[in-house]
């Protein structure tokens, strides 16, 4: 591993969130003080403070609620940071209150975040609280996400009540976008399962909570795909002893540079090469990552300013002056309302936007989208397009959170009045109305579905697909595949294997299923969806049509599918020959709330099918 990506690595941001009196503070403490992290004459004071309380156990939520309540003079955002270290890793706490009105708190404070901690007390379950909080980390992009069922304690280490909430939250989660859930029981007053093993509930099998933030992998999950270097300030010649060419210093955005790279410079276009690259203090470097300080030099001399970006030719953010985008509304005295003006700021630059259109407001405990809201008050989240005054280069907040992300400023006041997620383009055209025609769905045979099917290359998909569609077609339903390597011979022939390619695969693919599914057919669709938020799309796009969608995952391990083999592409991408191939140089990142999950063990695909269509009444 490159320094770099090891020092990246080792540092864990954590964002924290839970009901009030959850035990929060107490955990944090806890972590704080188990890992020996406190200094020696803070925790002499909590002791003391502890004693004339006549508490058991020395008093932990002091420590954390102490510094917040010092950090919070003279901020205005009350997210508290807190830093600890193990020989294993660093971690910064973004420690964010857990009362109801303080979604802004958790969106400031987590948005950069690693992994979130969500507590839930045993006795109680999970709340409305909960709720939100998991779906604003879900929203955020927050990759991992832990549930630590706090106060075991008192719920005498029931297992059965773990498993309960356990189950609940799940149950929930399938409707949000995560990736990788773990559940912890512990006692954050005791110190069960925070740093060490509890001994009362042996029945756990799992870590405790400190060596799982250790263990956890977070080093796959930065996009090291899209490459996006925004142009913080150019160096010039007399700046920079020995060299007579400028240079372009930044910090690495997106994914990858490397000497020798061909680039674009946006928005102008010219392209070029990658001469040079140093870190911060003048080091030569060969490559740089995502959240790096770098400087480039390139082949030729192309007029560039702060603000530009650099990018591959073949990978280029979107530019535009329409945006589709959730905005969370920060502002206690003003609502917001669409045909206001306001300057957005995004990773690159900063321009007039108005708000032309509120599609909806989110219900964040319900997930009911209002779509008769005419404003957003505080706290608020909102789907809406912004209309810019200048162009500005973005990405979806799903593929990169720094250029997808802006915030709002009130240009009277200058105060920071909302933080948005760029969910894409908006490409809805002025001119061009939704036409209604004559024949709704319910005058159709309303027969029609998506059976999305995910799985590794060999999985046995298409095996099952045709089985799908064979049995159905068999008893006068209509129905129909739509198999990834056949759409790659047509509708989907200029797209390859990038995660911007397949992501666009999906999307496409995505959008035909529906409009199949309207028209009243059951489509089949074999696709390898390796990307959880790609595949929740295609989930929404049905969604918002009312339209029945079931993912199916075809959940063949990677050594049985590289055993078979079929198309010998395994042997391939072994060698190298074939580059981003799903499993063994891409990611596939496995569904958690697929509504079928198929093993090798099920049986022949003839069976499974049978199955599927009785699960699903079909
Ligand atoms: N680099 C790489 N990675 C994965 N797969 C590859 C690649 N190159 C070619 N192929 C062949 O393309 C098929 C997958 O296409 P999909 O459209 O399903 O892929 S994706 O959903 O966009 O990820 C897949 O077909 P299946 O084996 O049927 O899944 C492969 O045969
Ligand atoms: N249930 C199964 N058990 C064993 N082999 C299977 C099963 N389903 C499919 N196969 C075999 O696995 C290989 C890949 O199947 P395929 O349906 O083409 O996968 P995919 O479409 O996911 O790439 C084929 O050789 C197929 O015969």
């Known amino acids: 591993m490159a320094g770099e990506d090891r020092d990246r690595s080792e540092l864990l941001r954590l964002a924290t969130a839970g009901s009030v009196d959850d035990g929060k503070s107490t955990l944090i403490g806890r972590l704080l003080f188990d890992s020996k992290s406190i200094f020696t004459d803070q925790l002499e004071a909590i002791e003391r403070t502890s004693a004339q309380r006549g508490t058991e156990f020395t008093d932990l939520a002091l420590l954390t609620d102490g510094l917040r309540a010092e950090r919070e003079q003279g901020i205005t955002i009350d997210v508290a940071y807190r830093y600890f270290a193990t020989p294993r890793r660093k971690f910064i706490i973004a420690d964010t209150p857990g009362h109801v009105q303080y979604t802004r708190n958790m969106v400031t404070g987590a948005s950069t975040a690693d992994l979130a901690i969500i507590l839930i007390d045993a006795r109680k379950g999970v709340l409305e609280q909960t709720r939100r909080h998991a779906f604003l980390s879900s929203l955020l992009g927050i990759p991992h996400l832990t549930i630590c069922v706090n106060k075991m304690d008192l719920v005498e280490w029931s297992q ?26 512990i006692s954050a ?27 956890v992998y977070i080093a796959s999950d930065r996009n090291l795909i899209d490459a996006r270097l925004p142009v913080q300030y150019v160096v010039r010649p007399q700046d920079r002893e020995g060299s007579d060419h400028r240079a372009y210093a930044g910090t690495v955005a997106g994914g ?95 321009t007039r ?26 706290n608020e989240i909102g789907r809406m397009w912004l209309h810019l005054r200048e162009p500005m280069m973005f990405d979806p907040y799903v593929r990169n959170r720094e250029t997808g992300s802006f915030i709002l400023v009130d240009e009277a006041t200058n105060r920071t009045v909302a933080a948005g997620m760029i969910t894409g383009p908006h490409t809805h055209n002025a001119n061009i109305v939704w036409q209604t025609t004559k024949v709704g769905r319910d005058q159709r045979a309303d027969l029609g579905a998506t059976l999305w099917m995910t799985g590794l290359s060999g999985s046995g998909k298409s095996s099952l697909a045709i089985e799908l569609e064979r049995r159905l077609v068999a008893q006068g339903r209509p129905a129909y595949i739509l198999d990834g390597d056949n759409l790659r011979h047509g509708l989907n022939a200029d797209l390859g294997f990038t995660a911007v390619d397949r ?60 055993h078979r083999d079929p198309k010998g592409l395994y042997a391939k991408a072994r060698s190298g020959e074939i580059p981003d191939f799903t499993g063994i140089s891409s990611p596939y990142e496995r569904p958690l709330n697929a509504e079928i999950v198929v093993k090798p063990a099920d049986g022949p695909a003839g069976d499974v099918a049978e199955a599927i269509l009785r699960d699903l009444g079909l």
């Not at 929930?172 to 859930?181: C, Q, R, S, Y």
């Not at 708000?355 to 405990?365: A, P, Q, T, W």
């Not at 990307?531 to 050594?559: C, G, K, N, S």
Request: aromatic fraction near 8%.
């Open 160 to 185: 059965a009540r773990f498993d309960e909430i356990r189950e609940e939250f799940i149950d929930f989660a399938a409707k949000l976008n995560v990736t990788d859930l773990t559940f912890i029981p």
């Open 503 to 562: 992501t666009e695969n999906i999307r496409r693919t995505a959008q035909v299923a529906a409009l199949f599914a309207d028209a009243g057919i059951v489509v089949i669709v074999s696709l390898i969806s390796p990307f959880a938020a790609d595949r929740a799309y295609a989930r929404e796009v049905h969604q918002d049509q009312a339209l029945e969608f079931h993912e199916i995952f075809v959940d063949t391990p990677l050594a049985d599918c590289e």
């Open 353 to 378: 936007a108005e708000v032309s259109e509120l599609n909806y407001r989110l219900d964040v405990n319900t997930l009911h989208r209002d779509e008769d809201a005419d404003r957003l008050s505080l």
């Open 256 to 350: 990858r540079f490397s000497v020798g790279d061909e680039v674009v410079v946006l928005p102008s276009g010219f392209t070029s090469t990658v001469t040079s690259l140093w870190a911060p203090g003048g080091r030569k470097v060969d490559e740089a990552f995502a959240g790096m300080a770098v400087t480039a030099e390139l082949a030729d001399e192309i007029d560039i300013v702060r603000g530009d970006m650099l990018a591959r030719p073949n990978n280029r953010p979107h530019v535009g002056r329409d945006l589709d985008a959730l905005v969370c509304w920060f502002a206690e005295d003003i609502d917001l309302e669409p045909g206001r003006r306001y300057i957005l700021q995004g990773a690159t630059s900063s």
């Open 189 to 215: 007053l005791a110190g069960d399962n925070v740093v060490t093993r509890s001994a009362n509930m042996g029945w756990y099998t799992g870590r405790p909570l400190l060596d799982h933030l250790e263990e």
